[in-house]
């Protein structure tokens, strides 16, 4: 962000007007992103402090992307406890693709269905203070929740690679699981749970 980087006058700094959360500007383009990082370097030889523009724009889109979700199989389930049983089969194959999976701040694939279905409850009204969240941490449960739909939904997007805050905006609007979370923060909120509690289970701007 260029206001805070004027703020704080850093010798050297090099803006590049990207999307949040991808400051190399293009996943999948090695070249492009080598440029961006041999531009920073370019600084180190300067004499004298420095705030240097990136010329190329990468624009920021906040459309979902689109990502069809198996359809549910139990009713007499929470739907985001099915739904995300639901994404499993993707999920495992994204993981057996890529080797790593980037879920696990305080839950494991496995526990994803029971989170929701706490978060479900929260939703519809329970005390987060009489039914405990598996991995306790509100914030890191979320984060682990959004990684293993994201992840699962690389699986199912099929040959394009969705623009910046795509898969932000298909989670938190078009899953279940997404709109649960946020119906938990809201009630969290009501029930005035402590500020951080809640509030960071979703990105600032929603």
């Not at 700094?13 to 999307?19: H, I, M, S, V």
């Not at 440029?35 to 190329?56: K, N």
């Not at 979700?69 to 999920?91: C, F, H, M, N, S």
């Amino acid at each position: 962000m260029i206001e805070v980087v004027e703020r704080m006058s850093p010798p050297r700094a090099l803006y590049c007007e990207f999307p949040l959360g991808r400051p190399l500007g293009k996943p999948l383009d090695p070249a492009f992103q080598r440029r961006v990082i041999e531009r920073g370097l370019d600084l180190l030889g300067a004499s004298e402090p420095v705030l240097a523009t990136y010329p190329e724009v990468v624009e920021s889109d906040a459309a979902p992307m689109v990502c069809s979700i198996p359809p549910t199989y139990d009713p007499k389930i929470p739907p985001p406890v099915d739904e995300a049983q639901g994404l499993r089969a993707a999920y495992d194959r994204a993981l057996a693709r890529r080797g790593v999976t980037s879920v696990g701040r305080a839950i494991d694939a496995d526990s994803v269905p029971a989170a929701l279905e706490v978060l479900h409850q929260w939703a519809e009204g329970a005390s987060w203070e009489k039914i405990d969240l598996p991995g306790k941490n509100t914030v890191a449960v979320s984060h682990d929740i959004r990684t293993y739909y994201e992840e699962a939904a690389m699986e199912l997007v099929i040959g394009s690679t969705p623009a910046g805050r795509a898969a932000e905006a298909w989670f938190f609007e078009e899953t279940e699981a997404g709109r649960t979370i946020m119906a938990a923060r809201t009630a969290l909120k009501d029930q005035e749970a402590p500020f951080p509690f809640w509030f960071y289970m979703a990105p600032a701007h929603r």
